[in-house]
């Protein structure tokens, strides 16, 4: 016992040192195999190294779509600054090398370049500015009309309801339901009829100024028609502002006619939300409005080649029953149509996620884009910023990959419990690094992926230069 007090210094001999491990090839086969997930297949976007097995991380919806992935939904959560935003904008970037057509909606501004994050990468893809929208306008500033005759009859009656809905803080009744539907169509003919576009100021009017021949129709008097529609017609005054009043949360962003000021076939399409406050009854608006645009205008089918099904052929694969499918376009030299893959990110996606009639919105929106090849990434923190509504729950159910960042305990339970993972995920999760993230593909964990940046990405993700001293802010920064 004395002996093993009286320790001597311990000499170089005695120090602890690590057994040299022998391995080959079978053996960590053997030692892998109990967790060894699948690997996702070599086609796609490298993502980087997945650490258990120190394999590449390949990934991509539309390649591994229908194998294991049923679609190609994803969220990505976690704490702030962990890596959320860098693995999206690499990500982005690495599908449009292979052909994809991203749309961002950027909602967090960079302060020291007085602009939304994204608005670099989005630059240095395409040389083209970010879409911005300011409330009140401005030079500079793009426009989104509700009533674009772009957007199809039904779906835009849905998006004026909605915005009124969303303006008044509770749904339409049947009545008021009913003379908004009459009021947006009066306001297409009388537009038409002065040979321009409607904009959501003619609905107001028209709310207020109802045809008897509209009221008849309905079995309603005038003044019942009115009182129907008034309190809608106030929302949209209020939104939208008039001659005397140019104080509408919506005013020079959604009461004009369209101007984006960029082509929606560019490679990159980033939309600068920044200057709308966050949270507020605009953004959601702004947002609803936006993704309908998207679905009715970006979201048209066309093929990798550029040209639309209709100038494809059509090839007959079944003599018996006439079955066919959009063959050849000789004119470009296309063999087969291949839907266009285009990729929709919405950064700080709880307005999206956290207001059910957007939710709502977005799981039509999720379901009719799926056939058009369409995969669509949520950034946000936690699920705790995002209520449990039904509608809610729809649309995150759509979430096909998840990715999670670091997160505090509570939060990482609270996120496991709801996504129904395993209960050792939430401890793990506390323990990630940044860059590294816990992925759910379909019904596969891979459970330490770490997202490797190169250098020349790495100046378009950086994000930390507000908290960062010059000479540290990136490796080759001094
Ligand atoms: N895989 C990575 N390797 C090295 N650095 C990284 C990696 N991912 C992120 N970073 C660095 O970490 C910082 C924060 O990253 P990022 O902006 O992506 O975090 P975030 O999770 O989006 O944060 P927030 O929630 O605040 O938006 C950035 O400056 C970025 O350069
Ligand atoms: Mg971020």
């Not at 893809?125 to 039904?154: E, H, Q, R, W």
């Not at 709880?350 to 379901?367: M, R, S």
């Not at 369409?374 to 729950?393: A, G, K």
């Not at 419990?417 to 401890?427: F, S």
């Amino acid at each position: 016992m004395t002996d093993l007090l009286n320790l001597a210094p311990l000499t170089p001999m005695h120090q602890t040192v690590r057994r040299p491990l022998h391995t080959e090839t079978t053996t960590s086969q053997a030692l892998y195999l109990p967790v060894a997930p699948p690997t996702l297949g070599s086609a796609g976007a490298i993502i980087g190294r997945e650490l258990y097995s120190g394999k590449a991380f390949i990934y991509c919806p539309f390649s591994a779509f229908g194998d294991g992935l049923p679609g190609g939904n994803m969220i990505v959560m976690g704490d702030t600054g962990r890596g959320k935003s860098s693995l999206t904008k690499t990500y982005a970037a690495r599908q449009i090398r292979l052909g994809r057509k991203v749309v961002v909606l950027d909602t967090k501004e960079q302060k020291e370049r007085e602009e939304g994050e994204w608005a670099a990468l989005g630059r240095s893809l395409t040389g083209m500015a970010p879409v911005k929208f300011a409330p009140g306008g401005g030079p500079g500033a793009s426009c989104i009309n509700p009533m674009d005759p772009s957007i199809s009859g039904k779906r835009q009656a849905e998006l004026v309801r909605t915005i009124v809905e969303l303006g008044l803080g509770k749904t339409l009744d049947e009545f008021a339901g009913s003379a908004l539907r009459i009021a947006i169509r009066r306001a297409h003919h009388r537009a038409d009829s002065l040979g321009r576009t409607p904009v959501l100021a003619d609905v107001a009017a028209a709310l207020r100024a109802p045809e008897e021949s509209d009221a008849v129709a309905k079995q309603r008097t005038r003044d019942e028609l009115l009182a129907d529609g008034l309190e809608a017609s106030y929302v949209l005054d209020r939104l939208c502002g008039s001659e005397q009043d140019s104080t509408g949360d919506l005013v020079g962003m959604l009461d004009g006619p369209t101007s984006l000021g960029v082509g929606l076939d560019t490679d990159m399409v980033v939309f600068d939300l920044t200057k709308v406050p966050s949270g507020g009854v605009a953004m959601t608006i702004l947002v609803a409005v936006i993704s309908v645009f998207l679905e009715e205008v970006w979201l048209r089918p066309l093929c990798e080649c550029g040209t639309e099904p209709s100038q494809h052929e059509r090839v007959v694969v079944d003599a018996d029953s006439g079955a066919w499918e959009v063959g050849p376009n000789p004119a470009t030299s296309c063999r087969r149509y291949s839907q266009r893959k285009r990729i929709l990110i919405a950064e700080e996606a709880w307005h999206i996620l956290g207001t059910p009639q957007l939710a709502a919105l977005l799981e039509k929106f999720l379901k009719f884009a799926r056939g058009l090849g369409l995969s669509c990434i949520f950034i946000v923190h936690h699920l705790s910023d995002i209520d449990d509504s039904p509608e809610t729950q729809a649309a995150l159910k759509m979430a096909d990959t998840v990715v999670i960042y670091s997160m505090k305990k509570a939060e990482a339970e609270a996120a496991v419990a709801r996504l129904g993972l395993p209960a050792w995920t939430a401890d793990h999760i506390v323990r990630l690094r940044r860059g590294i993230a816990l992925w759910v593909v379909g019904e596969v964990i891979y459970p330490a992926v770490q997202h490797l940046l190169v250098v020349a990405e790495q100046h378009l993700c950086f994000s930390s230069g507000s908290m960062t001293d010059v000479s540290t802010s990136y490796p080759d920064a001094a």
